[in-house]
């Protein structure tokens, strides 16, 4: 039997206070229909990723989406030369991000400029800094090179999703417009969802995955 939004609420709000990297104290819940919201604040980017990570370890979340903003707490405050200084170490000493990325700081907000050729590293760019005490956000203006005919993506996106087990292929519809995957439908699970959106991302050429997942009640 489904679960009531009240009660699924309760769940969720449960499993973040189990959750000890993350102070459920600045978070408020909502849930609709089995989707479910995040607002308020957190202390670091790692208890944001550690909050929606909660929610999804929760039966009966549809869709999830965080609201939640960073407040730097006292202990972790650096000025932005510190944080400069320690995005560039970061970032010149991480085997999967090229030499020509670069970071800038201004009021502890980190850009990260340059060129790649794969979302991952984009991804473990921004993923680098965002962990770094003192950042209070993070605008990833890192340019993805397009390496096929977009007009193949289709194709490649729709042969990966079947090929993998767990990413629930046949049950996503897959839309391309030049660079952009979009993955809509339904889903088993979250983890089919992530794997389903690594899948899109890995395919050369994809330059931005639009995710309209839901899981299946």
């Known amino acids: 039997m489904p679960k009531s939004d009240l009660q699924l609420r309760a769940d969720i709000e449960a499993e973040l206070a189990w959750e000890p990297s993350v102070n459920p104290a600045g978070i408020t819940v909502a849930v609709e229909q089995g989707a479910v919201s995040l607002h308020g604040v957190v202390s670091s ?7 929606e990570d909660a929610v999804m370890r929760v039966a009966g979340a549809r869709t999830i989406v965080q609201h939640l903003s ?17 995005a560039d170490h970061q970032l010149k000493w991480d085997v999967f991000i090229p030499p020509h990325v670069r970071a800038s700081v201004r009021d502890s907000v980190v850009t990260l400029q340059g060129e790649v050729t794969w979302n991952f590293q984009r991804s473990a760019a921004e993923r680098l800094v965002q962990s770094l005490a003192g950042v209070s956000e993070v605008i990833n203006e890192l340019v993805l090179r397009s390496a096929v005919n977009t007009g ?22 897959v ?38 997942l839901s899981v299946k009640p």
């Not at 202990?75 to 510190?82: K, L, N, Q, V």
């Not at 194709?155 to 999703?161: P, T």
Request: a positive charge; zero cysteines.
């Open 152 to 173: 193949q993506l289709k194709n490649l996106v729709e042969r990966a999703l079947r090929r993998q087990a767990r990413a629930d292929g046949a049950a996503i519809r």
């Open 45 to 51: 980017f790692p208890a944001k990723w550690a909050a």
């Open 175 to 212: 839309t391309t417009t030049g660079g952009t995957i979009t993955l809509s439908g339904y889903v088993s699970s979250w983890a089919s969802a992530k794997d389903a959106k690594h899948v899109a991302w890995s395919i050369p050429g994809v330059t931005a995955v639009i995710v309209q």
């Open 70 to 86: 960073i407040a730097v707490t006292p202990e972790h405050r650096r000025s932005d030369a510190e944080i400069q200084n320690a």
